[in-house]
């Protein structure tokens, strides 16, 4: 019995290679197989390679803006020597200097001059002079500038910190001369500043004559001092306020884990055209340090893809009336398991009545499909500041709930790629179903900020967003929406 | 230089003109192998879907040292097994002695047999019998190899080997023309 059984595998084996040596025309696969095959081989990269391209193109156009900001930020913001403010602490006339004398020779001149003051009012020059127990306010350079009283011709170089003018709301970029000033009965502090590529400045507070003050602001070489960005609030532990939109292009992320062709196979081609996305957010952000800082808000956006899709479907002709136009005519309900969703919808199919067709025959189904959703999102995200002359850069990852609050997909069939069919058309609207109202997300990208106006400052920057969990899942396919965004806003440093 | 070192690489670059040119060298044998697998034409165009979409997937793993045909097959059958084991077959060990009495010689398979009538018969025996029918028969996989393969015993690999055997000569030795089917 054994070598029986072993000649039929012999039998079966020989036959079956001997035909693939032959041409045949039975074991020729449909044309749709390779249709499909290059969907899949194809999407995915298309998918990470579009989302990629599109985050590379926001960030060069992005660097591109800042570099224009650097590039006309001396035409924007007062020029070198400029007397730009006024602060109300000296009821003197205002009395105006050359710019700064160097710094080396100013010291020089403050250890000769500081012997002559009081022990306690040199204490409190020497504290300013060496930063960072530098003053904080106008009240606190009026207070030092009182101790310096009687000290007359004398310059005390102090640090000083942009922030305490801008806090103060003396620089105001309006351009104030000598001239202007002198008339001034009220107490004033004329300050004079260099503001070209000064990341931190020294002050020179004068005391001339009998009650008059000025302030010369020196660049400080960089490498000497801690730096400081010129941006309106760079003290650390400070919050900020920030409102934006952020336009997105994206592309869902269609994952199949384990593929049950027989729910695949209904799916001829599918073509999806970019997700389009316009988001409008508000956010909080809390300086944790000079570089990090934490944010978190909130961002209502709507979601838009368009997409069309052949489907192959098994029509019956029991059922058929003919119609008043004499040709035949079937309503049906139809379910397709899309990658979009469950779809449950009325279709109706109607035919010639000379057109031959089977009683069961599988026709295609062209599809035309309009996704929106309304997405809330609640990212939080960790940011590292890279300061850039007056404005800065940053960095940021982090988290994101996103809570779905409306999903909804016009789904209209149109003109059947089948000869035999005339007209397809859909009764109503498609219901969805296996959507998740929750899901985490994460995101990630660069945010650019050049100040506008005292504490405002403009924002913008790509970013990508995309979903840790999907978005959509059954029992086939899981879907992720992936964006990259272009995110333009306005914050305001409390 | 390999015969297809140059299609081997244009498919790595994303050439899509490539891909489709391999496709169409590999798919008819390919899905030959599959239709003796799936229990329809539509199984095995699922079947060959699945294993193309993986032969482009790990076509970097090929090492251009053997025949690409041999690899691709090989990786194909691998995709087919593991569509097989995510159905849950379910491996009757039921026995079917009415059938393993009929012996076959070659004269008893008719002249005018031809693969496609074989592959229908094979097709139409219970998936686990044909599984392991294909597996053993044709790839020429021990019970061992099918066993660990299927996460089945080897009994069970025997078992089903036996009945496809008995279930393919029963049907065989009835046929008078292939009309009959």
Known sequence: MKPQEEEIDRLVRQRLLDADQSASDWDLPSEQVWVSIDNRIHDKKRDRGAIWWVFAGLLVLSVSIMLLFQLSEPAALPSANTQVGIAEISQSPVFTKEASADVQSTSSELSSELSMIPKDQVNTASQSTLSPEVPRSTNDIKQLSSQLTGI??????????????????NISGTENTADQNSNAESESLLINTERKNASRTSVDVAYLDSEMFFLTLEETPFSQVEALPMIAVPQHNAWSLAVSISPSLGTR??????????????LLLQQEEPAVQLGFGVSAMHELTARWSIEGGVEYSRFLLNSSSTHQIRYSRIGEIQNAQGNFENRFRLNLNTSYGELNTDVVVE???????????????????????????????????????????????????????????????????????????????????????????????????????????ILFGPSVNGYLQPVYQNRQVLIYPLMADMNVGVRYRL | MHPDTQLVQACLRGDSASQRLLYERYKSPMFRICLRYGGSKQDAEDFLQDGFVRVFKDLQQYRMEGPLGAWIRKVVINSILQQLRKRRIVYSDTELSDLEGLHMTEEDIPGNLDAEILTRYIQALPDGYRTVFNMFVIEGFTHQEIAEALSINVGTSKSQLSKARGMLRSWLATIHSPESI
């Open chain 1, 152 to 169: 007359a011709n004398s310059t005390i170089p102090l640090v000083v910190s942009p922030a305490i003018i801008e806090n103060e709301g």
């Open chain 1, 351 to 457: 035919r010639s009545s000379d057109s031959q067709m089977e009683e069961h025959q599988f026709i295609n189904l062209a599809l035309q499909t309009k996704q929106s959703m309304q997405v809330l999102r609640i990212p939080v995200s960790a940011r590292y500041n890279i300061p850039l002359g007056s404005s800065q850069a940053s960095c940021y990852a982090g988290l994101s709930a996103n809570v779905l609050i409306e999903n909804s997909l016009e789904f209209r069939a149109v003109q059947s790629l089948d000869s035999e069919i005339i007209q397809v058309s859909t009764m109503r609207n498609a219901r969805l179903s296996s959507y998740k109202d929750f899901a985490f997300g994460y995101q990630f990208g660069v945010e650019f900020e050049v100040p506008l106006y005292r504490r405002m400052s």
């Open chain 1, 253 to 266: 992320r269609i994952v199949v884990p384990n593929a049950q062709p027989r729910v695949r196979r209904n």
